[in-house]
């Protein structure tokens, strides 16, 4: 069954402090693997993509990871400012013909105090 | 211009109206999304349109009813909802390369939905 999963369901940092966002996957054929931060009652907006072959990609603060063989990334936060407080989403793409089929995770819910 | 443009930003709608709700973007992308989110769960896949040909109908209601009248625009007509359809509607678009669609969805701000 084509699956994203993310961890922690929510989490709370104080502003300035790094945090690290989990997503496994068990989706195929696998196509690429977005992080979308979405602010609340707002769309979903990229952060960083990534296909197979790579495994980091950077987006300012934001340094997105993925191992296709262990099929997990994780979305890290350096410094965080109280305008990161929003949920984040992993969504992985199935290579999908006439329809590109994204996969959404159920989201990170990060909360940044002052 | 990245934007994705979607009107109204907020409806409220008794379960006998009929309303419309309106995307467009001007990036040239030539697949166009619909989405249903309900709070602190994921968008839901409703619709694809591809070169303004219905692609994708995951199953939904007749009572929604999509439009795409050209590249850059695309609608959702309304109509006999219930108050479980009240949600975040989301409009998203892409540029689909090699006959599939693949690539970064552009998703709009949304409109908030309520239905009475």
């Known amino acids: 069954k084509n699956q994203v999963e993310q961890s922690p369901q929510s989490l709370i940092i104080l502003e300035g402090k790094n945090c690290t966002l989990q997503?496994?996957?068990?989706?195929?054929?696998?196509?690429?693997l977005r992080w979308y931060k979405q602010d609340t009652g707002r769309g979903p907006v990229s952060l960083t993509i990534m296909t197979f072959s790579e495994n980091t990609k950077s987006n300012g603060r934001y340094t997105a990871t993925l191992d296709a063989d262990t099929k997990q990334s994780s979305l890290h936060i350096t410094a965080s400012q109280l305008s990161d407080s929003a949920s984040y989403i992993c969504?992985?793409?199935?290579?999908?013909?006439?329809?590109?089929?994204?996969?959404f995770g159920q989201g990170t819910e990060l909360s940044v105090k002052p | 211009d990245t934007e994705v443009t979607q009107t109204p930003k907020h409806l409220v709608m008794g379960m006998t109206n009929k309303k419309s709700l309106k995307c467009e973007q001007h990036m040239g992308h030539r697949a166009m999304y619909w989405y249903k989110q309900k709070a602190k769960k994921p968008p839901e896949l409703m619709f694809v349109y591809s070169y303004e040909k219905l692609s994708i109908n995951e199953s939904v209601p007749s009572r929604f009813s999509p439009e795409c009248p050209n590249s850059s625009l695309l609608n959702l007509h309304l109509h006999a909802l219930q108050p479980e359809d009240s949600a975040l509607y989301l409009c998203?678009?892409?540029?689909?390369?090699?006959?599939?669609?693949?690539?970064?969805?552009?998703f709009g701000p949304g409109t908030r939905l309520t239905v009475l």
């Open positions: 969504v992985v793409s199935r290579i999908y013909n006439q329809g590109g089929k994204l996969i």
């Open positions: 997503c496994n996957y068990t989706v195929s054929p696998f196509s690429n």
């Open positions: 998203a678009s892409s540029q689909p390369t090699s006959g599939s669609i693949t690539d970064t969805q552009y």
